[in-house]
């Protein structure tokens, strides 16, 4: 069974940047047809999707973020990590990651319990 | 961007009921639709891909269909455990994106 596990600071200063990682257990990250997401919440609103990568390195961001947006990836930790630069309290958010499948219908079956990030000084 | 339309924000029903809760693409997105359940405090959980497709492990209760614009969630028989949150997603494109979510709560 596939685990994602989100980890990093809960509180971040503004103008400061939001780092996390997000650990895979269960299965390579290498492997598969799959894409590795990051996707946040704010406190009682919707799901915004922010980018994914794929165990090549190659990226895809939201446009709305992607002057901030950086995502990586470690396969030999089989970890991948967000970052997202100059945040403000815009940006404070449950930070989910998520596995992405491609063999059907692309969709997002595993996904982390998600991790709260304040911005606040 | 596809812009996915949810509304209303809110349902009321009862258990037993049947609800059928909608979903609108702003452009044509074949079946590339899914749909998920969300509870507080919880991340989201996959319940139909590619519009109509049950997810395993997702009681039959559950039904999608639609293509093109125009979906649907369909909750038969309603159960305690179904008052949540549900949002719609396409994977058509990138970025990728959901509806705003229906709640579904109770009468």
């Known amino acids: 069974q596939v685990q994602l596990q989100e980890s990093g600071p809960g509180l971040v200063k503004p103008s400061q940047t939001l780092s996390l990682t997000c650990t895979v257990s269960g299965g390579s990250i290498s492997s598969g047809s799959y894409s590795w997401n990051w996707i946040r919440q704010p406190a009682g609103q919707g799901l915004e999707w922010i980018g994914r990568?794929?165990?090549?390195?190659?990226?895809n961001y939201n446009p709305s973020l992607k002057s901030r947006v950086s995502i990586s990836v470690d396969t030999s930790k089989n970890q991948f990590s967000l970052k997202l630069t100059s945040v403000t309290a815009a940006d404070t958010a449950v930070y989910y990651c998520?596995?992405?499948?491609?063999?059907?219908?692309?969709?997002?079956?595993?996904w982390g319990q998600g991790t709260l990030v304040t911005v606040s000084s | 961007d596809i812009q996915m339309t949810q509304s209303p924000s809110s349902l009321s029903a009862s258990v037993g009921d049947s609800v059928s809760i909608p979903c609108r693409a702003s452009?044509?997105?074949?079946?590339?639709l899914n749909w998920y359940q969300q509870k507080p405090g919880k991340a989201p959980n996959l319940l139909i891909f590619g519009a109509s497709s049950l997810q395993r492990g997702v009681p039959s209760r559950f039904s999608g269909n639609g293509s093109g614009t125009d979906f649907t969630l369909t909750i038969a028989n309603l159960q305690p455990e179904d008052f949540a949150t549900y949002y719609c997603q396409q994977s058509y494109s990138t970025p990728r994106t959901f509806g705003q979510g229906i709640e579904v709560e109770t009468k």
């Open positions: 990568i794929y165990a090549t390195g190659n990226t």
């Open positions: 998520a596995r992405e499948d491609f063999n059907y219908g692309h969709n997002f079956e595993y």
């Open positions: 452009q044509n997105i074949s079946t590339y």
